[in-house]
């Protein structure tokens, strides 16, 4: 994350992206494959790290990660094998939808995970500051299904709606983002445009 300062002077809080450019390496149609979509190569990856598999599909270049997208029987797609997609497709002032990989936090407590206040600190609770508290329903003999407990926390997919493109740098393919985007340095985002 970074500073902005808009021409008026105003700063804004933004998320730097680098939006390398993505290739198009395949058209998915429905009268032969049974259904509409576009798969994009991002990043540049040796050829020893790359499975035969996966190297058919790529057809001689080698990406990092292959992503596909269904497209909608109303959107028509003008793309063509072997086009590249860079920054220029956004423009300052776009509503953007971002999809990530949110941090892993490993196994947390309900303290940090769902936000419990703990038990008290007086009255002889020695240690349970940061414990759950009663779990039971009294008749129940059992855990009732979705009780908050202790738990892996993060590495979720987040999506967040209605973000703002503030900046397009296309010499260095970034896009300035306002606000947070959930996810590590180096995640990899789906940006689509609404």
């Known amino acids: 994350m970074s500073e902005y300062f808009t021409p008026e002077g105003v700063v804004v809080p933004v998320t730097i992206i680098n939006a390398g450019p993505v290739t198009v390496t395949r058209i998915f149609e429905k009268a032969k494959d049974g259904y509409d979509s576009v798969q994009v190569g991002f990043g540049a990856q040796k050829k020893e ?12 270049a080698f990406y990092k ?8 029987p109303a959107d028509e797609s003008s793309a ?25 936090k490993g196994f947390q407590g309900v ?6 206040s703990g038990g008290p600190r007086s009255h002889g609770q020695k240690h349970s500051e940061r414990e759950p508290g009663s779990i039971g329903g009294g008749l129940r003999t059992h855990v009732p299904k979705g009780m908050r407990m202790a738990g892996r926390m993060g590495s979720d997919r987040i999506m967040q709606k209605n973000l703002k493109v503030v900046f397009v740098d296309k010499e260095n393919n970034l896009l300035l ?7 590590r340095k180096g995640t990899l985002v789906e940006i689509v445009s609404r």
Do not use: C, N, Q, Y
Request: net charge positive.
């Open 49 to 60: 790290r790359v499975t035969k598999g996966s190297a058919g599909a790529m057809k001689g």
């Open 65 to 72: 990660t292959l992503k596909e997208f269904r497209l909608k």
């Open 80 to 104: 063509k094998e072997g086009d590249v997609i860079d920054v220029s497709a956004f423009v300052p002032g776009d509503k953007i939808e971002v999809t990530s990989i949110s941090k892993g």
């Open 111 to 116: 303290v940090k995970r769902h936000g419990f």
């Open 177 to 183: 983002i306002k606000g947070a985007v959930a996810g």
